[in-house]
């Protein structure tokens, strides 16, 4: 049964009632609501969308904003795929589509968005790589615009985020590496505003300090979120002149890179540096095997994708306990790139 005037007729209502419920108009009462939603889901109602679109004015289209250039050539294809599948198996459910929207690097983030808001391409949108400060969430907050970030960021429009736990994970890596009796710990960084590279240097910094250690500025490397990224720390850390003991690298594919960086120059993880990484499909074939915090990507995009619905009145029905404002946890996987440990005299 797939008309609403049979979903009408099987409850014995208006089909105005049933429209109205289903929209989740506010002149319906919450008993009648509850039947229709339930009769629904029972008997199989498919919306017709079309038409829906064309009386709403609505495109039944989400965008998900991107950068180009390093964001996608770095991870594309071990991040964001997975993400964009947990998306898309709830928007699919609603017969709503998930467009990315890629932003070039030459190109102001700011000023691309506002463009696509002007041509009212999408009914919401999902912002990634968020900066320290991003002009993004006013624009879309002062539109009125659903939406919900990827991340972080100190412009505050009361919008949904979901984060991964960077805090989480540079307490655990650096309370471990100590524990191995390490002094000298070296991180990384993206190498641009976004978000998460501050939020990820200052949790490693309190933690050192919470062990009497200092995080020093020469052991904090910016990369670029690929396997070049990865290689270019490895020769700048290979190139001081005193090593750290110990590194934490903060994006997925970089330490594929670092690791060949290593190798060309003799040095072996885990028995001449400890290192800690992410998780990626690549990274699985590293030698030695990999100590890394590892998430689940299609749940984290079931998330956003429910998170962002749950701030549209039309979908707000299905998602009432819409998740907002959380850190997403990440999995510490043993491996055996961290075995090194210092005894301290």
Not at 119 to 147: K, Y
Not at 306 to 316: A, C, D, G, N
Request: charged content about 25%.
């Amino acid at each position: 049964m797939k008309g609403i005037r049979r979903l009408a007729q099987h409850l014995d209502i208006s089909i105005g009632t049933v429209s109205r419920a289903l929209n989740g108009r506010p002149d319906v009462n919450e008993e009648t609501r509850r039947r229709v939603l339930a009769a629904a889901k029972e008997l199989g109602y498919v919306p017709n969308q079309s038409g829906r679109s064309l009386r709403q004015g609505t495109t039944n289209i989400i965008g998900f904003m991107m950068q180009t250039g390093t964001e996608i050539t770095g991870q594309g294809d071990t991040f964001f795929m997975s993400v964009f599948d947990g998306v898309q198996a709830v928007f699919g459910r609603h017969k709503l589509d998930l467009v990315a929207l890629l932003c070039s690097s030459e190109e102001d983030p700011a000023d691309y968005l506002s463009r696509v808001v002007a041509r009212g391409f999408a009914d919401g949108v999902i912002l990634s790589a968020t900066q320290r400060h991003d002009a993004r969430v006013e624009l879309l907050s002062e539109r009125n615009i659903p939406f919900v970030t990827l991340g972080r960021t100190l412009t505050d429009a009361g919008q949904p985020w979901l984060d991964l736990d960077f805090e989480g994970m540079a307490q655990a890596s650096i309370d471990r590496l100590v524990a191995r009796g390490h002094r000298r710990i070296a991180v990384t960084r993206p190498h641009d505003d976004v978000n998460l590279g501050y939020v990820f240097v200052e949790r490693c910094r309190e933690a050192l300090a919470s062990h009497g250690l200092a995080l020093e500025e020469e052991l904090i490397f910016r990369s670029t979120p690929n396997e070049a990224g990865g290689y270019q720390v490895g020769r700048e850390l290979l190139s001081l002149d005193e090593r750290p003991t110990a590194i934490v690298l903060i994006n997925e594919t970089i330490a594929i890179g670092f690791y060949r960086a290593l190798s060309e120059a003799g040095v072996k993880p885990g028995r001449d540096i400890a290192v800690i990484g992410r998780y990626s499909p690549h990274a699985q074939f590293l030698s030695p095997s990999l100590t890394c915090f590892r998430l689940s990507l299609r749940d984290l995009g079931v998330a956003l994708a429910e998170t962002l619905l749950s701030t549209m009145p039309v979908f707000r029905e299905h998602y009432p306990h819409g998740t907002a404002n959380k850190l997403w946890p990440m999995e510490l996987v043993e491996g055996a790139s961290d075995a090194l440990h210092i005894h301290q005299p």
